[in-house]
Nanobody, 127 residues
Framework: QVQLVESGGGSVQAGGSLRLSCAASGIMGRIYSMAWFRRVSGDEREGVAFMNTEGTTTYADSVRGRFILTEDNANNTLYLQMNSLKPEDSAMYSC?????????????????????WGQGTQVTVSS
């Protein structure tokens, strides 16, 4: 059973940095895709950063050059380093996983493609 637990959210001033962590269990030794999504309000999620075990890593245009996605395979943890944060980055950030499939392109950006979600961690950026 796949479980995801996020941490690292908080409040920061514009221009600052935060690092989010997503500790995953149940994925070791398997093919998978993982991503970070964020939700400002309502049910709509915006994809932020995406990776798969094929080696593909991509970013939303809104965060490319500021956010960096890395993975610690030994600890099964996905990190999202967020730099040069802006007030519009404020949101509830969640990590998501889909085991058994390499998600790419528009499929990776579609939250419906993911089967497992963490509980989320709040990021607030003040101006």
């Amino acid at each position: 059973q796949v479980q995801l637990v996020e941490s690292g959210g908080g409040s920061v001033q514009a221009g600052g940095s935060l690092r989010l962590s997503c500790a995953a269990s149940g994925i070791m030794g398997r093919i998978y895709s993982m991503a970070w999504f964020r939700r400002v309000s309502g049910d709509e999620r915006e994809g932020v950063a995406f990776m798969n075990t094929e080696g593909t890593t991509t970013y939303a245009d809104s965060v490319r050059g500021r956010f960096i996605l890395t993975e610690d395979n030994a600890n099964n943890t996905l990190y999202l380093q967020m730099n040069s944060l802006k007030p519009e980055d404020s949101a509830m950030y969640s990590c998501a996983a889909r085991v058994g499939i390499f998600l790419r392109g528009e499929y990776a950006r579609n939250p419906a493609a993911y089967r497992n979600w963490g509980q989320g961690t709040q990021v607030t950026v003040s101006s």
